[in-house]
């Protein structure tokens, strides 16, 4: 299984980025997937999650609004679109397939995790 996040960078407040997540070895379109986010110092923080087909979805209230998550079960690719991002979304971002094809908040319903990939917001 491998899940491999991309996209990460620096941006300045306001500014927008979109991660991409590309699945293989499981059944991508299964699975409901998952976005967590983790800063320094701080504990691991849910970010958004999509259910098995896509047509639902969940984020976190810190980023309602400005972040949007989607997926392409024919690529085998979750997405989190993240506009007006301000400093406090810096963080460590990764992607991870949850154990049900329903939304997932908890950190514990997922199975499988990325490596991450790094989102820095300066002021």
């Known amino acids: 299984v491998q899940l491999q996040a991309c996209g990460g960078g620096l941006v300045q407040a306001g500014g927008s980025l979109r991660l991409s997540c590309a699945a293989s070895?499981?059944?991508?379109?299964?699975?409901?997937m998952g976005w967590f986010r983790q800063a320094p110092g701080k504990e691991r923080e849910f970010v958004g999650t999509?259910?098995?087909?896509?047509?639902?979805?969940s984020t976190a209230e810190s980023v309602r609004g400005r972040f949007t998550i989607s997926r392409d079960n024919a690529k085998n690719t979750v997405y989190l679109q993240m506009n007006s991002l301000k400093p406090e979304d810096t963080a460590a971002y990764y992607c991870?397939?949850?154990?049900?094809?329903?939304?997932?908040?908890?950190?514990?319903?997922?199975?499988?995790w990325g490596q991450g990939t790094q989102v820095t917001v300066s002021s």
């Open positions: 991870a397939a949850a154990g049900v094809p329903s939304l997932a908040v908890r950190a514990s319903t997922y199975d499988y």
């Open positions: 070895g499981f059944s991508f379109s299964n699975h409901a």
């Open positions: 999509i259910n098995w087909s896509g047509a639902t979805t």
